[in-house]
């Protein structure tokens, strides 16, 4: 996004024509962007060629899967839905890794019907239970474990997944264990390591400890595993003062791994490939003084976008229109949900506004339409993708006569 003449714009559409043509609230995709993230994360890891598995959990628009697809990636996938989705998108049977500690039966018997890459285990118990399935259906099916390394990631305890009083994976004891089961069993092929420590990472150090502790279990089981799947987690820049992760520290550690475990290397990118990309664009309903603060009531809400309100996430909020000077009010940007909780940020640098202006909420192209919600009876918002000067409709506003 930029300002032209005063005026933010998303590619080369003014976000006042978007919201003039589509309503507010509104989500926007840049597919300009959304291009750049995917070329610059094969060229992070160019060295050694990865198999790249969008994850679906962080955006599920299905148009936007099929415009992820069209540059080769896979899915990573955590239920049936998710699944179905990402086979409607196209996506190759064959590109896509099944995670997630609770899959049911039916989920497991789908995923085996339609041969994908990979089933990632979590458990002794999800071993016998698609080993069980397997040897019903007289398949053979290859599986991963997913390994709980307890490495801390430096990130919030709400995404942080693989430290060991995560639920997340299973320990060395278990993990050694299942192995075992795995060489004893006939509809079983243990492909597979994985593991994910978490969300929004922008230190590359935990990922050094993750690959120095995957690298000294492999040292001690006798096993060969064709891929390990280092999952997600590359976080972005939220502010302007947010580090960035050092990619070029975390290719040379994985390159380092790889001169001692000969395999193909899975990742499970999804904020760093959509979060940039997507905006909310959101009209001020009301604006009320309370004193020693100034509420500024939008039309967007928690049930929209729940990372605030969830996670006490703060997204960088923009003004349509520019000014010259900021105001010395402090403005709290709420939403109009019956929770306190409902807010998006506290600003005491910001422009002066007014009921009526139209504000834009950045980088919600993450865990933003996929976390929202009815809340309220609320209905959803309209979901955009722009290319160029082009604007499509990728998803439609909701009505309320398809939720009563």
Do not use: W
Not at 121 to 145: L, M, N, T, Y
Not at 160 to 182: P, R
Not at 317 to 328: A, D, T, Y
């Amino acid at each position: 996004m930029k300002y032209i003449n005063k005026k933010l714009t998303i590619e080369k559409v003014s976000i006042e024509k978007i919201a003039n043509k589509f309503g507010t609230p509104a989500y926007c995709y840049s597919h300009t962007k959304l291009t750049e993230n995917i070329k610059k994360f094969k060229k992070n890891f160019k060295s050694f060629s990865p198999l790249i598995c969008f994850a679906i959990k962080s955006n599920t628009n299905l148009n936007l899967v099929k415009e992820i697809k069209k540059f080769g990636l896979g899915a990573d996938v955590v239920s049936i839905g998710e699944l179905m989705l990402a086979l409607k998108a196209g996506v190759n049977p064959k590109k896509i890794v099944f995670s997630g500690v609770g899959k049911t039966s039916n989920e497991i018997s789908y995923a085996i019907d339609k041969k994908i890459l990979l089933i990632n285990a979590e458990s002794k118990s999800e071993i016998r239970e698609i080993d069980r399935i397997a040897k019903f259906k007289r398949k053979k099916v290859q599986i991963g474990i997913r390994l709980n390394p307890n490495t801390d990631a430096k990130t919030l305890n709400q995404i942080s997944t693989g430290k060991k009083e995560n639920k997340f994976g299973v320990n060395n004891k278990t993990f050694n264990e299942i192995v075992d089961y795995c060489k004893n069993s006939k509809n079983l092929e243990l492909k597979c390591l994985s593991v994910h420590i978490g969300s929004q990472i922008l230190d590359h150090k935990p990922y050094e400890k993750m690959l120095k502790v995957i690298s000294k279990i492999i040292g001690k089981i006798n096993h060969k595993f064709d891929f390990i799947d280092l999952g997600g987690g590359m976080g972005i820049s939220y502010s302007d003062d947010t580090k960035k992760l050092n990619y070029k520290r975390y290719n040379l550690a994985i390159k380092k791994f790889l001169t001692k475990h000969k395999c193909k290397i899975i990742f499970e990118p999804g904020r760093s490939i959509i979060g940039n990309t997507g905006t909310l664009i959101s009209k001020i309903i009301y604006i009320k003084n309370s004193g020693s603060k100034n509420f500024v009531i939008l039309d967007a809400a928690m049930n929209d976008l729940m990372r605030p309100a969830l996670y006490g996430a703060i997204h960088k909020i923009l003004p349509s229109i520019k000014k010259n000077k900021n105001s010395k009010k402090i403005f709290e940007f709420v939403g109009p949900i019956c929770e306190s909780t409902d807010k998006f940020v506290t600003l005491k640098k910001f422009q002066d506004v007014q009921e009526k202006d139209l504000i834009v909420l950045c980088d919600v192209g993450a865990y933003g339409m996929s976390l929202s919600s009815n809340y309220n009876l609320r209905t959803k918002p309209v979901e955009l993708l722009i290319r160029g000067s082009n604007i499509k409709v990728i998803k439609k506003r909701q009505k309320h006569k398809d939720l009563i």
